[in-house]
């Protein structure tokens, strides 16, 4: 199992953006692929991108374009930068690695964009 926390955060303007972060530790960081998941209040948690151990990236159609993930094997890192926010971005967003054992999941950080 892989042990994951989340931080960055926090309230934007429309149009605005943030960059979250995702430690992970307890498993070979390198071998994961690594996800990031969203859920807004009343609705169900979403996929939003994912990265292969390759580096390959996939993303929701409702985030390609504006969103970046990316990750750092050398600090057990996943990065999610998200550009041109909008209000409809609002949810809690939330680290996740699949693995043999079930889904890892971090405790999740709120993101609120006002409009």
């Known amino acids: 199992q892989v042990q994951l926390v989340e931080s960055g955060g926090g309230l934007v303007q429309a149009g605005g953006s943030l960059r979250l972060s995702c430690a992970a530790s307890g498993s070979i960081f390198s071998r994961n692929v690594m996800e990031w998941y969203r859920q807004a209040p009343g609705k169900q948690r979403e996929l939003v991108a994912f990265?292969?151990?390759?580096?390959?990236?996939n993303y929701a159609a409702s985030v390609k374009g504006r969103f970046t993930i990316s990750r750092d094997n050398r600090k057990n890192t996943v990065y999610l930068q998200m550009d041109s926010l909008r209000p409809e971005d609002t949810a809690v967003y939330y680290c996740?690695?699949?693995?043999?054992?079930?889904?890892?999941w971090g405790q999740g950080t709120q993101v609120t964009v006002s409009s």
């Open positions: 996740a690695a699949p693995g043999s054992l079930g889904r890892s």
């Open positions: 990265i292969t151990t390759g580096g390959s990236t």
